[in-house]
């Protein structure tokens, strides 16, 4: 008679081992298991919808920044080529539009809109100053924008590191602005380090523009009352850790002057400058200055590989 083991292992409870291995093999849960390895990671991209830090308001990654040279390099397209570089914007998934009172290109914001579905669009402005009347102020961009309400409402440029103590009507206004939901968020954006560091530290920011390039052009020093410094020697390093600070405390972190304010004509240094922005993961946007279709589909280009690498 032969024996019925085989190393000490039964045939009934081979057959019993088996089945079992077949039936784990078949349940839900390692049939998910199998799919979830065998499916590739969802790839980054310039314009997937991105949420704003904890405000739960939705925009592309990548922005269409309406103020190079102030706007006048927007105007320059004349307002039927800028209304068609918009909607070009658009059609390729870009959502954010960045606007201001100051630039040349406020008053034809409505009309460039027009036809866009609102509740898909991310809407941000900047009130300059300290108007008499700030909620007039601030209707005044709901009725040049044909809207109810703006997305993010900031205040523009801020330069001096106790800003949050001469700006508090404002601040106050903006406050009642976003009681009336004519705005769903509320921010600043600062041009100088002692600024931006104020805007970290004050509570009351919910969304903040800051200036990034690893080139350090154009970009926040230490001098107050230099709103648009020049000096490339400025570390980079600064100004990413308060990123990193306003990031922990939740608020929207969205990155402007990344092509140098227009100044990397050199591919190279548009390549560098992306690729940082990309790397930062506390940055939830960039904001990126216009006037031509290759523009906007070099910058996508750039970002979806940076995106794929970083």
């Not at 924008?145 to 700006?167: A, G, P, R």
């Not at 405390?249 to 390549?271: C, L, P, Q, S, T």
């Amino acid at each position: 008679m032969k024996n019925s083991h085989r190393k000490g292992f039964s045939r009934r409870q081979f057959i019993q081992t088996s089945a079992l291995a077949g039936a784990a093999l078949l349940s839900p849960w390692s049939l998910a298991r199998s799919r979830a390895a065998d499916t590739p990671a969802v790839a980054r991209t310039a314009v997937d919808q991105v949420t704003l830090g904890k405000t739960g308001i939705k925009l592309s990654r990548l922005g269409f920044g309406t103020g190079s040279s102030n706007g006048h390099d927007q105007t320059a397209l004349g307002k039927d080529g800028f209304t068609k570089l918009i909607h070009y914007a658009y059609d390729q998934g870009i959502t954010y539009f960045d606007c201001a009172q100051t630039y040349a290109t406020f008053d034809w914001i409505g009309d460039a809109i027009k036809g866009l579905p609102r509740e898909k669009l991310f809407i941000q402005s900047k009130v300059p100053g300290q108007p008499a009347d700030i909620l007039a102020a601030i209707d005044h961009h709901r009725k040049v924008f044909n809207t109810d309400y703006v997305d993010s409402l900031l205040i523009h440029c801020m330069i001096k590191n106790q800003w949050t103590d001469e700006m508090k009507r404002i601040m106050d206004g903006f406050n009642e602005a976003k009681e009336k939901q004519w705005i769903r968020a509320k921010g600043v954006s600062c041009h100088s380090l002692p600024a931006l560091r104020a805007a970290t530290e004050s509570n009351w920011a919910e969304v903040h523009l800051v200036r990034v390039n690893p080139q350090g052009k154009r970009m926040d020093g230490i001098a107050e009352e230099v709103w648009n410094n020049d000096d490339p020697t400025h570390d980079v390093a600064p100004v990413t850790a308060e990123i990193k600070k306003m990031h922990a405390k939740g608020r929207g972190v969205i990155g402007m002057k990344i092509i140098g304010n227009g100044e990397f004509v050199n591919a190279a240094d548009r390549e560098k400058s992306i690729r940082f922005a990309m790397a930062c993961r506390e940055i939830d946007a960039v904001v990126i200055g216009f006037t031509s279709q290759a523009q906007i589909d070099e910058a996508i280009e750039r970002m979806n590989r940076a995106l794929k690498e970083v």
